[in-house]
């Protein structure tokens, strides 16, 4: 019981600290989820190392891992020893050996994105362990519900399907998703941020020094960059008015003599800071 209660303190916690507001992370939405998994587990952790406990308090797998994800549909959870991943049942053994230098949950599709050690690229795996996606990418993601999984190969994003082979090129410069249900990303080329839909076309070309991905009640954010202004836009990108705003509530207001410090360590742009405030990349990327 005592773990339960360290594991509860925890979570109380995290949600009392968590000061974002977008859907994802608000305090409201992590209230509505479950605190179980669909197979009554909870990840917790003693000495240091994690394993995952009943309802009751009980270990159904001992604690054991340097650190653990989320059982998935099939049944199988992306775990770490001390220096490599691997994937264990329900019952807490491998059914995957831990050979991967990194490793991602599995997918609806039953892949999962993991990273060979002799090569140090990354590829798909499926529920054997075996890549059926071969190692060759410098970063891989996990695929969506559509079939889709963005990669990296030499600084450059694109998205491959679930044969391997490539719906959108690589050619953007950061990671990016596809928005639910617009099914359109926020992609940046040449520093200036854009709108494409799922087969790589550009909806709206990059004109933005930043824009969000959409919101479920139809609005962006955008950055402009002809007055470094926040403005709002529709789903594809069109600014919905000409008054502009120094700050949304996902700014924070820091002083001058702190500015350049605290945006350096965010990796800001001349262009980003100005006025005493920060752009957090986090909500805009």
């Known amino acids: 019981m005592a773990v339960v209660i360290a594991v509860m303190a925890i979570m109380l916690l995290v949600l009392l600290t968590d000061t974002k507001t977008d859907d994802e992370s608000s305090i409201s939405s992590l209230l509505d989820a ?9 990840a917790a ?3 240091g190392r994690w394993g995952f406990i009943n309802d009751k308090g009980e270990w159904v797998v001992n604690p054991q891992f340097a650190w653990v994800g989320e059982f998935t549909e099939q049944g199988l959870c992306v775990v770490r ?23 991602e949950s ?7 994105a993991a990273q060979d050690k002799e090569t140090e690229k990354w590829g798909y795996i499926n529920e054997s362990g075996e890549f059926v996606i071969s190692p060759q990418f410098d970063s891989a993601y996990s695929f969506d519900k559509e079939g889709r999984a963005v990669v990296e190969v030499n600084e450059k994003y694109g998205v491959i399907g679930v044969d391997g082979k ?26 200036k941020y854009g709108i494409i839909d799922s087969q790589g076309s550009y909806i709206l070309n990059p004109t933005f020094l ?28 069109e600014e919905l008015f000409s008054a502009g705003f120094d700050a ?18 965010a990796d ?11 752009f957090t990349h986090w909500l805009l990327s």
């Not at 949304?248 to 360590?265: A, P, R, V």
């Not at 800001?268 to 920060?278: L, R």
């Open 34 to 42: 479950p605190l179980f998994d669909d197979n009554g587990l909870l």
């Open 268 to 278: 800001c742009t001349e262009e980003i800071y100005k006025n005493g405030y920060c």
């Open 166 to 191: 490539y719906i959108i090129n690589p050619q953007f410069e950061t990671d990016f998703h596809f928005d639910k249900p617009h099914g359109t990303a926020v992609v940046c080329s040449g520093k």
């Open 210 to 237: 930043k824009l969000s991905g959409c919101y479920a009640d139809g609005y962006r954010i955008c950055i402009s960059e002809t007055d470094k202004k926040v403005r709002l836009t529709d789903e594809n990108g």
């Open 45 to 47: 952790q003693s000495d």
């Open 81 to 103: 020893n001390e220096e490599q991943y691997g994937y264990i049942g329900l019952d807490g053994k491998y059914i995957i050996n831990p050979i991967f230098l990194d490793a």
């Open 106 to 112: 599995f997918s609806g599709n039953n892949l999962a």
């Open 248 to 265: 949304f509530e996902w700014y924070y207001s820091i002083s001058e003599d702190d500015d350049k410090e605290i945006c350096k360590k």
